[in-house]
Every structure is written in structure tokens, then in C-alpha cells.
């Protein structure tokens, strides 16, 4: 059974880059029919996407990220990651990895598997 | 990009009772488009893909329907562990985006 579990520094200072890895067992995510993302729920407000890979190594981001967002996949370790440069207090919120399927070429069926979420405050 | 608009943003109903969410896109999705459940302190979790697909282990209590820019989550006969948040998502083009969500409220 596939599992996901977030990992990275709960706290981090203004203006600095926010880093968090999402290691994946159970499954390899090189698997064809798999995309891999991150989404966060900020305190109070609802779920946002903010970006997803492939095993191609082809990314794609939040537009209102993006200037500030990387998504990319270690295969060796099979992990992703995310990094998130100049944060700021709103960007306080709980980041969840989950996998997304891909029913087919551009057809998607959703995000089926989710880790649990970490926490991530930005204070100084 | 795709907007997403979810209403309502909370609805009240009784243990037993019916509720229907909506979720409109901003440009035809197909039947791209999944529903979520948060229950707090917990991570998302799928309940309807392709519009109208149950997630295999979803209750049969749980509905989806719709294409093109109109969708439903309709949940019947609720249990008190249904009383929670609820979010639409279209998966049919990046950059991905969530409706803002509808919270369940006991009546």
C-alpha cells in the first residue's frame, strides 16, 4: 500500500526558502500512471494547489507561485520535493504531497493518496 | 487558468438529511473534476473522481454528478461523521484549482 509522509522544518524565518520533502513507499514514482504534487491549507482558508511533477521531470505550478516555487523528484531516494523561496507569514499553512493519477494522456482522476501534512509556521 | 466556484460556502442539515453541494467551472472541465472531504486534523481524502466515480471504500451515501461547468456533491442520509468540509477540484488542465470549500454543519 502506498504511503507518503511530509518531512521538513516547522519553522522558518521571514524571507527565507521554505524546503519540505515528500518520501514515498510502497510504490515507485516513476510508475507511468502517477503525477506527484504539493497543496497547503492556510489557517482558516481552503485548499491550495501549488504544484506538481512528473517522472519526465516536467513541472507545473500555481501562477501565483510560481515566480517562487520549485517542485522536483529525487529518483534515487524516491522522494519529491518542494522549495519555496522569500516567505512570509502567508505562507503559514499545513502542506500536504499527495499523488495524483493520470487516467490517461492530460485525463486525471483526481489525488488519491495523501500524507498526513506537516505543519509549517513562518516567523521570526 | 480554470476558476472554480463552490457554493454554498456552509450549509446546515440534520443526521439523516440530504445536502447538495455545487461547484461551477469557469470553462468546460468535461467530467474532470474530483470531490474532496477534510475532516479537521486530517489530510483530504478522494471520494469522486470523473465527476460521477465513487472512490473504491467511499459509502454509497455519497454521489456525484454533472459535466462540462456544473457539478453536484450530493450526500444522503448523513451519519455524524459527514459533518465536515467538502472541496471540488478540476483535474482536467494545469495549473490545478479547488473550489473554496463547503463546511457541513449539524442542525
Known amino acids: 500500500q502506498l504511503h507518503l509522509q511530509e518531512s521538513g522544518p516547522g519553522l522558518v524565518k521571514p524571507s527565507e526558502t521554505l524546503s519540505l520533502t515528500c518520501t514515498v513507499s510502497?510504490?515507485?514514482?516513476?510508475?507511468?500512471?502517477?503525477?506527484w504534487g504539493w497543496i497547503r491549507r492556510p489557517p482558516g482558508k481552503g485548499l491550495e494547489w501549488i504544484g506538481t511533477t512528473y517522472k519526465t521531470g516536467e513541472s507545473f505550478y500555481n501562477p501565483s507561485l510560481k515566480s517562487r516555487v520549485t517542485v522536483s523528484l529525487d529518483i534515487f531516494n524516491n522522494q519529491f520535493s518542494l522549495k519555496l523561496s522569500s516567505v512570509t507569514a502567508a505562507d503559514t499553512a499545513v502542506f500536504y504531497c499527495a499523488r495524483e493519477v493520470a487516467a490517461a494522456t492530460d485525463q486525471f482522476y483526481g489525488m488519491d493518496v495523501w500524507g498526513p501534512g506537516t505543519t509549517v509556521i513562518v516567523s521570526s | 487558468d480554470i476558476q472554480m466556484t463552490q457554493s454554498p460556502s456552509s450549509v446546515s442539515a440534520s443526521v439523516g438529511g440530504r445536502v447538495t453541494i455545487t461547484c461551477r467551472a469557469s470553462?468546460?472541465?468535461?467530467?474532470?473534476l474530483a470531490w474532496y472531504q477534510q475532516r479537521p486534523g486530517e489530510a483530504p481524502k478522494l471520494l469522486i473522481y470523473?465527476?460521477?466515480r465513487l472512490q473504491t471504500g467511499v459509502p454509497s451515501r455519497f454521489s456525484g454528478s454533472g459535466s462540462g461547468t456544473y457539478f453536484t456533491l450530493t450526500i444522503s442520509s448523513l451519519q455524524p461523521e459527514d459533518f465536515t468540509s467538502y472541496y471540488c477540484q478540476q483535474a482536467h488542465s494545469f495549473p490545478r484549482s479547488f473550489g473554496q470549500g463547503t463546511k457541513v454543519e449539524i442542525k
Open positions: 510502497g510504490g515507485s514514482i516513476t510508475n507511468t500512471n502517477y503525477y
Open positions: 470553462q468546460g472541465i468535461g467530467t474532470w
Open positions: 470523473a465527476a460521477s
